[in-house]
């Protein structure tokens, strides 16, 4: 895949401004957070194929923060794996369910109810290992989603079974949906926590492109055993001031004048 991770976040960011807007949606802010993250990867580093999906030598891909689906549809949408999703997001009986589904091309496990990708994610990069695979499997979690169990017992397991090609980025937008993490269930030292159970960890700033990208080659080269988890500082409605690190924002929906504004902001106009 090439697209410029610079016009792609832009494109991710305006389109899931709009599917939240025109039908009423949530989680605009998690979107916006994880939408640099997913232009690089997406757009400069994933190995996948909009015209064969399910293409055996595939990277896969697992977004588990499926509530910010409109960041996933959006990307997708961009690289051509379908069109059409502004009509069919949110609507009664459409695969463009408003967490995101396995039915649509590209996405690989639907999610939604958090802490259950990273260990499907484990058991697929098990499974390449002992295949002799030599596709990466990428895992994108929310900061709120490491309050699940699951998520631990699995960091104890991947660095047990080298699973050097198991890759983790933490969308650490530092606020889950009623409060910030800190007051909720406080994470930091979030990577020497990944270090304390073997991992190589990384700290970047999420919204720099040189930044991601580096951390996601370093990533991809690793032949040491080790599983690499990127922590990537966000800030939670990236992008568009009035909604940056902003609580309500994780549900609010912008309404006709926000959108214009939002839209405005972004296209720096
Ligand atoms: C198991 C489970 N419990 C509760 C929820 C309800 N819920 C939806 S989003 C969310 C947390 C949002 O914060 P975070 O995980 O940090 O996501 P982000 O900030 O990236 O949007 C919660 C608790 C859920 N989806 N799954
Ligand atoms: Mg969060």
């Not at 400069?44 to 697992?62: G, T």
């Not at 949408?77 to 408003?98: C, M, P, R």
């Not at 295949?131 to 699995?154: A, H, M, P, Q, V």
């Not at 993490?181 to 020497?192: N, R, S």
């Amino acid at each position: 895949m090439s697209m410029r991770p610079i016009d792609l976040s832009l494109r991710i960011r305006k389109k899931a401004l709009q599917l939240c807007h025109e039908k009423g949606a949530s989680h605009l802010g998690g979107a916006l957070s994880v939408a640099d993250v997913l232009a690089v990867l997406y757009g400069e580093v994933a190995n996948v194929n909009p015209k064969n999906p399910s293409d055996a030598s595939r990277d896969r891909i697992f977004f588990s923060k499926g509530h910010a689906c409109s960041a996933m549809y959006a990307v997708l949408q961009e690289l051509g794996f379908y069109s059409g999703v502004e009509d069919k997001f949110a609507q009664n009986g459409s695969i463009f369910t408003s967490h995101v589904s396995h039915m649509v091309p590209g996405i690989e496990l639907s999610t939604g109810s958090l802490g259950h990708a990273l260990p499907i994610a484990a058991g697929t990069a098990l499974a390449a290992k002992r295949k002799g695979e030599r596709w990466k499997i990428y895992t994108i979690l929310s900061d709120g989603e490491l309050d699940e169990g699951s998520n631990w017992e699995t960091i104890l397991f991947a660095p047990h079974h080298a699973l050097d090609n198991l890759v983790v980025i933490v969308d650490f937008n530092k606020i889950q949906s009623f409060g910030t993490v800190a007051e909720v269930l406080a994470l930091e030292p979030l990577a020497k926590k990944f270090e304390a159970f073997r991992w190589r960890a990384i700290e970047i700033d999420g919204h720099d492109h040189a930044a991601i990208s580096a951390a996601l080659a370093r990533a991809a080269s690793a032949s040491d055993g080790i599983p690499t988890a990127i922590v990537a500082h966000t800030i939670k409605g990236k992008g568009v001031s009035f909604m940056e690190n902003k609580l309500a924002w994780h549900y609010k929906s912008p309404n006709a004048d926000e959108y214009r504004a939002a839209l405005a902001e972004l296209e720096g106009v």
